[in-house]
T-cell receptor, first 114, second 109 residues
Framework: IAGITQAPTSQILAAGRRMTLRCTQD?????MYWYRQDLGLGLRLIHY???????GKGEVPDGYSVSRANTDDFPLTLASAVPSQTSVYFC?????????????FGPGTRLTVL | GQNIDQPTEMTATEGAIVQINCTYQ??????LFWYQQHAGEAPTFLSY??LDGLEEKGRFSSFLSRSKGYSYLPLKELQMKDSASYLC??????????WGAGTKLIIKP
């Protein structure tokens, strides 16, 4: 692994189904983030984690949950998917929450909820 | 509320210079970032400014004026591969990144 990986690359999901998007980084970054990106809108923060064992809510957390059991993994779960959750999801990490080095992004997961 | 404004789209000619602007109103300021995002790909870090002035970095410098809530990204010697979206983001008082919608830059030969 080099950097951040996300899985799956893309997924078509029936409404009401549960789905977990996976994110793994091998840079030993403390902070990790989940964003969604929709056409015409900026990246919007869903949830974040400043360090293993802690998580926080971002701008658009409803319908999503996260966990951070260890430094490397930060899965995002949609408990019961709805069509409005159709989006491209990016996982990101940074060395510190002060962010001067910037956030490093994974390749993204394209999710379609029908 | 927090707001970051960028032009939606710009067009420029290969070899030319273009300036992409970003204005912001946020609760606190701990730095401003520019990212590049090619279609279908992830954003990649370009620059970071926390002090006023120009940060020179090859073809991708960036300028910040905190008093005006303004930044710009001057792109020099444009190449076709520079066709991408350019995202402006501000680190607010909670150290969360607030993102603009991005500027799509189209380069014509």
């Amino acid at each position: 692994i080099a950097g951040i990986t996300q899985a799956p690359t893309s997924q078509i999901l029936a409404a009401g189904r549960r789905m977990t998007l996976r994110c793994t980084q091998d840079m030993r970054h403390n902070a990790m983030y989940w964003y969604r990106q929709d056409l015409g809108l900026g990246l919007r923060l869903i949830h974040y984690s400043n360090t293993a064992g802690t998580t926080g809510k971002g701008e658009v957390p409803d319908g999503y949950s996260v966990s951070r059991a260890n430094t490397d993994d930060f899965p995002l779960t949609l408990a019961s998917a709805v069509p409005s959750q159709t989006s491209v999801y990016f996982c990101a990490s940074s060395d510190s929450t002060s962010g001067a080095q910037g956030q490093f992004f994974g390749p993204g997961t394209r999710l379609t909820v029908l | 509320g927090q707001n970051i404004d960028q032009p939606t789209e710009m067009t420029a000619t290969e070899g030319a210079i273009v300036q992409i602007n970003c204005t912001y109103q946020t609760s606190g300021f701990n730095g401003l970032f520019w990212y590049q995002q090619h279609a279908g790909e992830a954003p990649t870090f370009l620059s970071y400014n926390v002090l006023d002035g120009l940060e020179e970095k090859g073809r991708f410098s960036s300028f910040l004026s905190r008093s005006k809530g303004y930044s710009y990204l001057p792109l020099k010697e444009l190449q076709m591969k520079d066709s991408a979206s350019y995202l402006c983001a501000v680190l607010d008082s909670n150290y969360q990144l607030i993102w603009g919608a991005g500027t799509k830059l189209i380069i014509k030969p």
